[in-house]
Every structure is written in C-alpha cells, then in structure tokens.
C-alpha cells in the first residue's frame, strides 16, 4: 500500500483513521474466536449487537424522563446493554447445551429472534440523538489516540489474560480439541460452552456501544455487515475453524492485516462490491492454505510415529 499510496498512506491521519474504524469488528472477532476456540460459531452476534445497542438506545434517549445527570444515565445505559448481550448469550449456550441443538443452527435461529425483538422494540425505526458526553465513547481522543481503540487493546488484553491464564481459558481450549477428553477429566462442558457463549455476546455488547456512540443513532440491523469481516479476522488470525487453537495476539494482527488493506482499497476508489469480493476470495485463501497446514502437520507426525502432544498442538496451530 505504501508503493501504491507513497504519500497517502503513511500518515498519521490515515492511521489515526484505521484505528478509529476497527474496534468494532475487532471485538466481534474476539467473539467468534471464543465462540470457534470451543469448535462452535455464534452467527447471532451482530443481531445481539442490534438488540443490546437499541435497549442501550433507550435508556439514553429517554435521560431526560429519568431525570439522573447524564453521567449516572450513560452508566446505566452500559449496564443495560451489556446485560441484554450476556442474557442472549445465555440463551444461544443453553439451546446448544440443554437441547443439543448444534451451535449453527442454534445461533441462526436466535439471530433472526433477536434481530426480531429489536424491530418491534422500535417498531423499526432508528433511535437517535444521545447525550454529547456518550458520543465521546465512540468519536473522543485520549492523549491523541482515539478512545474506541484503546476500549479494543483493553478488551483484547482482558480476553488475551482469560485465554492464557485463567481455568476457563484452559478448558476451552480442551473442549475445542477433544469433548471426550474434556469429559473425561472432569471438566463440565456444558457449563464452559455457557460461560463462552456469554463471554462472546458480552463483547457483541462493548461493540455495541461503540458503533451507537459512534453514529449517534441505532436502528435494527446495524452491524449486519460485520458477520464476514468477523469470522474472516478470527481465521486470519489463525483460530482453527474445529476448535482447540486460538490466540487474541493472532487475532489482533489479523485486523491489523484487514484494516490495511480496507483502507488502501478505500484511498484506491475500489466500490464496496469489489471490497466484499476481495474479503470473500481472502476468507476462501486462508481456509484452503489452513486445511493444507494441517494436512502436512499430520503427514509429518505419521511420518515420525509416536509424536508428542507439543508436535501435535503446534501442527494444529
């Protein structure tokens, strides 16, 4: 891009401009990364981005009704949002554990459930104009640096410290590789998939904010576009589509990769069509050279006989 873009892209505007754009979608990547870790999906999360984001709506559009300074307002629409995000969570883990609906096909229903719930909440009409102080959330600078991203290195920190060291983190890791396993060494599957599905929409929730603070409305169907970009950013990060291997650092440099290319096709004119095909064929690339990966990791453990299980993760990863 710098080749193309010499004296375009280069610049502090221009960076300032990508790290502004990708919070969002970042923290819907971390979401299905989670979602896929445990070797699930969640296709539900930008209906629950939808969802969270109009009750948060709500609350802000009516702080003069209340009758709480717009600080205490701002607080409790969070607080709103982020627990409508984690109850649908609940919800998406419960049809998968309770009545053994495979999480495709449970997260495809809910997605049109939830998405449903936010249009007659609004009886499909945006909600709009919030307090000046929420809108810095999404479109304010701390010491130069856009406030949107530093709420993404937070979370992704937080979520890179649950992943790497906490109990929940390895027994995600265990339940994507192995269910049998898992089950067998005492872990509780069906309450980890829970705890995970709840873990994914709570970040659905914090993209919510985000997007809302940022455009300063919300109407259903926002965020409806993230789906391909999310799911595209948790495999170029390398999270294996089966389960079992999944690093936020992955993550993080995968929408660093996409956002370099969105945006110098962005100075480069290119139409939004061409953008989704460019994103399509990427998505397409990755998964062919990751399934080739995995082909000649094992071919090299059957060559080598009694591998450990080190040689396996690694070819796996």
Same mark, same amino acid.
């Given at each position: 891009?710098?080749?193309?873009?010499?004296?375009?892209?280069?610049?502090?505007?221009?960076?300032?401009? $990508?790290?502004?754009?990708?919070?969002?979608?970042?923290?819907?990547? /971390?979401?299905?990364?989670?979602?896929?870790? %445990?070797?699930?999906?969640?296709?539900?999360?930008?209906?629950?981005?939808?969802?969270? *984001?109009?009750?948060?709506? $709500?609350?802000?559009?009516?702080?003069?009704?209340?009758?709480?300074?717009?600080?205490?307002?701002?607080?409790?629409?969070?607080?709103?949002?982020?627990?409508?995000?984690? +109850?649908?969570?609940?919800? =998406?883990?419960?049809?998968? %554990?309770?009545? &053994?609906?495979?999480?495709?096909?449970?997260?495809?229903?809910? &997605?049109?459930?939830?998405?449903?719930?936010?249009?007659?909440?609004?009886?499909?009409?945006?909600?709009?104009?919030?307090?000046?102080?929420?809108?810095?959330?999404?479109?304010?600078? %701390? +010491? *130069?640096?856009? =406030?949107?991203? /530093?709420?993404?290195?937070?979370?992704?920190? +937080?979520?890179?410290?649950?992943?790497?060291?906490?109990?929940?983190?390895?027994?995600?890791?265990?339940?994507?590789?192995?269910?049998?396993?898992?089950?067998?060494?005492?872990?509780?599957?069906?309450?980890?998939?829970?705890?995970?599905?709840?873990?994914?929409?709570?970040?659905?929730?914090?993209?919510?904010?985000?997007?809302?603070? !940022?455009? &300063?409305?919300?109407?259903?169907?926002?965020?409806?576009?993230?789906?391909?970009?999310?799911?595209?950013?948790?495999?170029?990060?390398?999270?294996?589509?089966?389960?079992?291997?999944?690093?936020?650092?992955?993550?993080?440099?995968?929408?660093?990769? /996409?956002?370099?290319?969105?945006?110098?096709? =962005?100075?480069?004119?290119?139409?939004?069509?061409? !953008?989704?095909?460019?994103? *399509?064929?990427?998505?397409?690339?990755? $998964?062919?050279?990751?399934?080739?990966? $995995?082909?000649?990791?094992?071919? !090299?453990?059957?060559?080598?006989?009694?591998?450990?299980?080190?040689?396996?993760?690694?070819?796996?990863?």
């Amino acid at each position: 891009m710098t080749i193309f873009l010499p004296e375009r892209f280069l610049t502090l505007v221009n960076f300032r401009s $990508m790290a502004l754009q990708f919070p969002e979608y970042g923290l819907l990547a /971390l979401g299905i990364m989670l979602a896929m870790l %445990t070797g699930g999906i969640d296709l539900s999360l930008v209906s629950i981005v939808s969802l969270s *984001g109009v009750t948060a709506g $709500m609350v802000l559009t009516r702080h003069a009704e209340i009758g709480l300074p717009p600080v205490v307002v701002i607080i409790l629409a969070i607080i709103v949002a982020l627990s409508v995000a984690i +109850l649908c969570g609940a919800i =998406n883990g419960l049809l998968i %554990t309770v009545a &053994n609906v495979p999480a495709i096909i449970a997260t495809l229903g809910t &997605n049109g459930l939830f998405m449903g719930i936010a249009i007659v909440l609004t009886k499909g009409h945006g909600i709009r104009d919030f307090p000046i102080e929420f809108i810095l959330i999404g479109n304010g600078m %701390t +010491l *130069g640096i856009p =406030n949107a991203f /530093l709420i993404f290195i937070a979370v992704a920190l +937080l979520v890179g410290l649950v992943l790497s060291r906490s109990r929940l983190g390895f027994q995600m890791r265990l339940l994507g590789a192995s269910p049998e396993a898992s089950q067998y060494s005492g872990v509780n599957n069906a309450s980890v998939l829970v705890k995970t599905h709840m873990l994914t929409a709570l970040l659905a929730g914090v993209a919510a904010i985000i997007i809302i603070s !940022r455009v &300063n409305s919300i109407r259903p169907g926002y965020g409806s576009n993230y789906l391909l970009l999310s799911v595209l950013i948790a495999i170029l990060g390398g999270t294996n589509p089966a389960g079992g291997f999944a690093t936020t650092l992955g993550v993080t440099l995968g929408i660093f990769t /996409l956002q370099v290319l969105t945006s110098g096709l =962005n100075i480069l004119n290119f139409t939004p069509f061409f !953008r989704k095909f460019i994103w *399509g064929l990427f998505l397409l690339a990755v $998964m062919v050279i990751h399934y080739y990966r $995995m082909e000649l990791g094992a071919r !090299r453990i059957a060559r080598g006989g009694g591998s450990s299980v080190t040689e396996k993760a690694e070819s796996s990863g």
